[in-house]
């Protein structure tokens, strides 16, 4: 019998079959590709809205803390897409008020856990506002609040026996010499509080709009520090600020305000890779009533 009758018959796909075969592969491969590129876009989509709502959020919270603390007088300049005011920046208590040829305060914290208000005294800076309260030359019994700025800041000891240093090892205090000279006596164990000027704004970097805060001292702007974004233009009201009066209409008066109303929006898409969609949020800051008295 001949050799070649053992060898099993060998079988190779003819070129029909190929025609055949690839283009239904491809098909496979085209229909597995979209079906990933579709569960990508989900995905990123998602990541995309997360962002936006987080970003707001931030905002949010940050316009909230900075401006709830303020009254109608700490107010400066409101536009469409900014806001400038005096923020708070802390409080302590007067333990001794030192009279000469210029006026000084010394400052204790008014939080125990805060010992001596160390890290207040050393975020304060020459030219920061401070509100205390002084006497009323006409009626003793009465005070008057008073506005005046810091022109020096240093350490003391005169507040040893003061049950504000109970508990405290280091017995030194914040001594801060004031700008202006009180008509009457200032007002010790009242609160004295201190303030900075601080412009909240939508500013530009690069194609992108962000809310920037900026703090003054000594009449002196400093570099803005972004707080959240990306933003919409403020053609695209990425940033609208409204004051409200007593009655809830708009005024274009500060020393009118009884409310600060904010709105923010943020496009879900930023780089337009995706359909336009727009997250916002709103808020209203009632502004804390003014004091009975105060400095005229």
Request: net charge positive; with cysteine; charged share 20%.
């Amino acid at each position: 019998m001949p050799m070649n009758r053992l060898r099993p018959a060998r079988r190779g796909g003819t070129l029909i079959e190929l025609l055949i075969v690839l283009p239904m592969a491809s098909l496979l491969a085209v229909a597995a590709t979209a079906t990933l590129l579709g569960a990508w876009r989900l995905v990123r989509r998602a990541a995309v809205s997360q962002g936006s709502t987080r970003e707001l959020r931030h905002a949010h919270a940050t316009l909230e803390a900075e401006l709830r603390p303020l009254r109608a007088r700490d107010l400066h300049t409101v536009t469409d897409t900014a806001v400038e005011f005096d923020a708070l920046l802390g409080a302590g208590v007067v333990c001794a008020a030192p009279r000469g040829p210029t006026e000084r305060i010394d400052v204790v914290s008014a939080d125990p856990a805060d010992a001596r208000g160390v890290s207040w005294a050393s975020g304060l800076q020459i030219g920061d506002a401070l509100t205390l309260w002084r006497t009323d030359g006409d009626s003793p019994t009465s005070l008057v609040e008073l506005r005046t700025t810091v022109r020096d800041i240093s350490w003391a000891s005169a507040c040893t026996a003061s049950p504000w240093m109970v508990g405290w090892a280091d017995r030194r205090t914040v001594r801060l010499t004031l700008a202006d000279v009180s008509p009457s006596a200032l007002v010790v164990g009242a609160a004295v509080a201190a303030h900075r000027r601080t412009r909240l704004s939508l500013y530009r970097s690069g194609s992108s709009w962000y809310l920037g805060k900026r703090m003054r001292t000594a009449g002196v702007w400093d570099v803005v520090q972004p707080v959240a974004g990306p933003l919409l233009s403020p053609a695209q009201g990425g940033l609208s600020v409204r004051v409200l009066d007593a009655a809830g209409a708009v005024t274009r008066r500060p020393a009118d305000a009884a409310a600060v109303r904010l709105e923010l929006r943020a496009d879900r898409a930023p780089h337009g890779h995706l359909p336009t969609r727009r997250d916002t949020a709103a808020l209203d800051i009632v502004l804390r009533a003014e004091s009975a008295q105060r400095a005229p």
